[in-house]
């Protein structure tokens, strides 16, 4: 179930990030601090509406009340943590190291450990069937096959997504969409991970 307005997605936000922080729910003054406001009858107010739609509940301990996310427990055990990549610009050398949550289905037999993602940051290989903004996901791997698709770093310096074709002491790795081939010293190339699969995130309406 979604918020019904913004102010309570703020709050169910913040919630949400404080207890991922601390492993605790904010009290009622904390929340008001966060939304610039004095009274904590109005947040009590977004409190029990997000509980009326079962977003979160509230615990009485010591005579006072802890907030909690009853969702966060069934979501637990159908959700992993992997590592995720998104390439900032056409160099590769500017990229965010984040996190990303994924169903556990997507991950089949592999450790989260041995997963991590990687947002296509062009088309260069659309003739792969890959577009910008799809998810690779990825196995952790420092070998691969002829072939495989994959993300390479380069140089320790800078991330890229293309096809893996080892050449002895080279490598070489092409991108179909730009017509390019990249052909480095082997030693220069190390394989982050290769495709197991993607995603695809559903197109906002104004596209």
């Given at each position: ?22 492993g ?13 406001v ?16 079962g977003?979160?509940s ?6 006072s009340?802890?907030?909690?996310l ?19 610009d ?7 190291h ?14 989260p450990?041995?997963v991590?993602t990687l947002k296509?940051?062009?088309d ?6 890959l ?11 420092s070998?691969?096959?002829?072939g495989?698709?994959?993300a390479?770093?380069?140089n ?9 074709y080892p050449?002895g002491p080279?490598t070489?790795i ?9 052909l ?5 190339v ?7 699969g ?10």
């Amino acid at each position: 179930m979604q918020t019904r307005t913004k102010r309570q997605r703020e709050v169910l936000d913040y919630i949400t990030r404080f207890i991922d922080r601390n492993g605790y729910g904010p009290s009622y003054q904390l929340i008001a601090r966060h939304l610039g406001v004095s009274s904590k009858a109005g947040v009590q107010r977004h409190i029990e509406a997000l509980e009326t739609m079962g977003l979160v509940s509230r615990k009485r301990e010591n005579g006072s009340f802890s907030i909690e996310l009853p969702m966060r427990h069934v979501a637990a055990e159908s959700v992993c943590v992997v590592e995720h990549f998104e390439i900032s610009d056409n160099s590769g050398t500017t990229f965010r190291h984040t996190v990303l949550s994924l169903p556990k289905v997507m991950v089949g037999s592999l450790s989260p450990e041995d997963v991590m993602t990687l947002k296509v940051p062009d088309d260069s290989l659309e003739e792969k069937g890959l577009s910008e903004g799809d998810i690779l996901l990825l196995e952790k791997r420092s070998y691969g096959r002829r072939g495989d698709i994959g993300a390479f770093m380069l140089n320790g310096l800078e991330i890229v997504v293309g096809q893996y074709y080892p050449q002895g002491p080279e490598t070489e790795i092409r991108r179909f969409g730009e017509r390019e081939t990249l052909l480095l010293p082997a030693d220069e190339v190390a394989i982050m991970g290769i495709m197991r699969g993607f995603l695809r995130p559903i197109p906002s309406l104004d596209e």
